[in-house]
């Protein structure tokens, strides 16, 4: 695996693996009971009794996402919001399973065992709250911009919202007010395959590289998913089975300064942007 640093917050990829599992694997189950370790993690919440008696003998109805959030709908009208921090993680394990060590709240079903959220470092968030009262709880998923998981986005939609923009393309990129969930990764990643350079400025763009790079959001975010997200050693990740992701198999530049370029018969490079490591192709991205 490759070691970098900082540890980084799972970004789209790795939050929509965990909600199609759990969707599949949690919908329909009911809460019989719930453990918490601490309250750091549930900071709406007086006490454990009160967390408790909000999920206790309700049913997990459906699961979905709105950005980096995964929401429970729960029978009682309530959804509850599970926000992972950069440490955190879901896991799926039967009742007889030894502890997760970090294990912050463990919810166990009536039928077919527990779920539990593992956040060494307390880092996240769990929240519960009437569902209308769910966007006044949130007013800053208003902000959220294109989702290229759930919203399809034509090239000319794309670069209309684009060129509204003056930032320079990777941290525009890493911007949720422009595109949800995409970090360090994907974004050099989307950037080698449009074949741009990650200073470039939207104003710079040519027709024909706005239809690229539209195109490789779309494609590597996508396949990201495909396989289930990236994992590498700084980051810990594991889906809701405690399997890795596979994404790390496709990199193209991320983590690979020194290595050899696949478009190019030279080294990929790395520069500092915004204090991290940016990596590309110094010959075709332009």
Known sequence: PILLEPTFMPDLPEIETYRRDLER????????????????????????????????????QSVTRRGLSLLFALENEHVMVVDLGPTGGLRRRANKDAPDKGTEITWIFTQHGQLRYVDPDQTGQVLVVPAEELATARPEWEELGTDTVDEPISWTTFG??????SERLKPLLMDPTFLVGLGQIYSDEILFHAGLRYNRTPDTLSTQEIRRLSRAVVEVVHDAVKYRGTTLEDNGYADLFGEPGSYQDHL????KAGEMSARARGEIVRSKIGGQWTYYCEQTQG
């Open 252 to 255: 193209a530049v991320y983590g």
């Open 160 to 165: 209309r919202a684009l060129l509204e923009r």
């Open 25 to 60: 694997d949690v919908s329909g189950k009911k809460i019989k009971s719930v453990e918490v370790a601490s309250m750091k993690c549930l900071p709406q919440f007086r006490n454990k009794k009160d967390f408790s008696a909000q999920v206790t003998d309700v049913k997990v």
